[in-house]
């Protein structure tokens, strides 16, 4: 058995507190030795990813602490009990279970009855079914056409993995002819979001995939009738337009309302379901059961590279206790993701939430307050995009912001132009280059205004093209780099209590139950 | 003349430091005082308008304080200053005239021998003349046929003002029947973008606007090409299809290649383009220019407020030095941005730029490094989607993150559904409303892990309906107050060195003349 402690209670921590100095990047990005670093300082990610962490504020020194650190906190070791079934969620005492959908690392996971690798596979299976039968032509819809557009509705986990993958893929899948169905994506309880959906798609050729574990969510269950009310309108029956991906317990699970129903369980977090069937059925609808099979693939090459205890061969663990040093050590509260794709542009987003929900907290899993930092601020837009941004801070603003680069040498459909000698693709590549070294190195210059400190940390992870697999890699790498900085904090990354509090009160408006400050506002809003 | 300090000189701001522990939000937004504060801490923003600052961390001792340091620091008779065109951006030598773009609030300001609101207001006369013959038929394309879709290509500040802008007046102007065209984006080097786009629209149909104030842009005239070369394959004449913003004296000004081009100068800023040609041409052809007019009109108003020496009366102002206060005297590192409307999806993205890109600075004005903290990290998306997401660590995570909600009455389309006795709209309102009093009052609770520790400050800017003229207001009001901001802490606000190093390196890789990491990176990308 493992023992979870507070970090500040490590040896390897306070070892490694005394290391605060101990890397002068520019120094050591300079000349043959950073070169060196670049060679040297890079780990495979699996689906031919690489991290490559050159140009982070790290040594020897302190690699070798955070392998210490690593193995005083029993990193591996959790997660193998995280993947063999133990009640890793201990505030809602549940297993969790999401690179279970995608690969089995170790021994059979029986819950409830079920062997739980077994159950995620027969979901998939039935996907894949129902997605072959929408584009094979037999589902259609009551006139007996074709569906022509999947629009997810869902809110959070349900909205921000899924619709982000999507993104990441519907150029990919265009360029590789096998692009099925066209997908838009309903969330915000504002009613102008399912509104203008609606306005935009083609509703009697549209399949509509109701996403909720519990089937009480207020924002999807209200988006599911502004789209009822839609389908009524359009005299369509929407038991033939609407299929439903829940828990079996549900509301919404064996509803004759639904085409059908596909299960996930409670042991998939929100945030951590894009392999499970949130994402399986739009992105196997979109793009074929196959492209999303080779999603899951890539991801279970990362889990699997993610299971071993030497930390410079585990770029997800590597990932993590960097950004403990960086946070915990350096002092650093923010982080920014910097994909130099197009592809992934709402990547930030899903990572924005998978890393601040799972690790925004302040209590450990006992229920203490703890007294260190815990997860940073996330945020990020693609590059070149955020050069001509905000880049102007992270290079001489007043504060030091790890940044997290991410880039691919080839793009996703080939189409390009050279321009001065070199393609649009080489100068993204350039672009992305060049910035991790302008972060590290910096350049002096008589002019305070034009002078760059460098010493700006960065790390890159580098792939040859945006593909099923190397999303699925990179989403696994994330996934997996936030549930070893949660073990490092010892919180728990897999509730959200902070999440309930709002939903309270926000019933106490609508029921008119308020008083004081809650009254005002309320009043403003003519609530 | 006004004088230039750094912050840390000012006595008020050292009367200032002294009152870091003077406000207890939870006590203060209790019971009756906090409905006090909502009543009265509220100050009119312009076109209906109101910031309401009950929720931040101030009383009557700190507002009595930050007036103070209002006074000390001349912020309104800087802005006077900027307004009637001294050289307010001293590293470029450049006056600042982007309000001049909407209206005239103090005396005449002739610079190069021209009246520059005459300048503006021509430009705009020019706009509206041309897009009103675009979507009378008097200008077509070469089959004489109707436009119908238009293609801002632009980067940075001729992206994301406008491309925010657009989002936040689609769904408005289609349902208000003032919606004229559709409007696309290409923004990214990224080969993907520029193809995406180009494969989405009908080209045949299609106008391009040009936008790069120096015509030099790379990654603007880069898509240029890719535009061009999809309109020779095609089979048709680029210059029929494009028209250019540029300044006079760009090479892209007065050439045969474009329909028409529009100017703008080097006193308008990337960032503070929206209301000047930048955004004008785009928004004018896609909405008409009567729209566009109305959203002047909107941050004209919330400018001539901006003027007020009294700060209690001058939203920009209050917001930005309780931003100060938040930044320099409690030690908040970022700010996030909640908007409860869909329409303004991308609004926290153009205010990551203009925000992050104007105050993200070391130096001060005299290239002297300063002592103190500068510009935060701005990040944010819309509610209710944010509460699924990131709102878990603002609620119990280590870092207090102070917090901008907007909200508005009334939804833009008008269409909603009823479910549990409520409209989505009411349900929308209803959750922020409920966030604010949930960020500053918290929750006890014996289980520490659902207990909430509340004083988590925010305010929020209330409207009625999103329209051109709030979303002008909106608009301007940001600008004012990132402009204050940059004078509190005596940067240049309007320049952006930090941006130069990261091109001079990409053009290094491009030209292989590269050495150390910036070769190796190269080679790993095979440049």
Redo the contacts between chains.
Sequence with gaps: MTEWKNLDTLDSYKKLQGLKNAVDLKQE????N??D???QYSVKMGAGMNY?Y??KQVNADVLQTLEELASEAQLVEKYKELYEGAVINT?EKRLVLHQLTRGQLGADVVADGVNKREFYVEQQNRIADFANKVHNGEIVNGAGEKFTTVVQIG???S??GPRAMYLAL??WA?ANNTFKMNAEFI??????????VL?KVDVAHSIFVLVSKSGTT??T??NE??VK?ALAKAGLDASKHMIAVTSETSPLAKSDDYLAAFYMDDYIG?RYSSTSAVGGAVLSLAFGADVFARFLNGAAEADKLSTNAKLTENAAMLDALIGVYERNVLGY??TAVLP????LSRFP?HL??LD??S?????NRF????D????P???G?????G?????????????I?PLQFV?F?N???G???V????????????????????F????EDE???????GGRPSS?I?GDKLTPESLGALLAHFENKVMFQGFVWNV?SF????????????????AHDT????????D????
């Design positions: 990005m300079s000349g043959e950073g070169a670093r670049v060679r490559n050159a140009a505030g809110i959070g986990g909205d921000l519907e150029n265009k969330s915000n309880v504002d009613p102008d979001d399912a509104s203008a306005n207020l924002e269950l209200t009738s502004f009310d929100g509260e923010s130099y794709s197009q592809g987003a924005q939430q601040m929900e690790n925004g907290k302040s209590v229920g203490d307050f703890v260190y930092k815990t997860g601020v996330i945020f837009e693609p590059g070149t995009n050069q001509h941004s905000f880049y102007q801070l992270l290079h001489q603003g007043t504060d912001i880039g040498k793009n996703q459909i189409n390009d132009v321009i001065q000698d070199s393609t649009s693709q080489q100068k993204l590549c350039a672009n992305v280059v060049a910035q991790i070294v302008a590290a190195c910096g350049k002019n305070n205004n034009k002078k760059f400190e890159i580098v728990n509730d959200q209590e902070g999440v309930q509090l709002g939903k309270v009160l926000a019933k106490r408006v609508l008083e004081g400050a809650l009254k005002e506002y309320s403003i809003f003519n609530i």
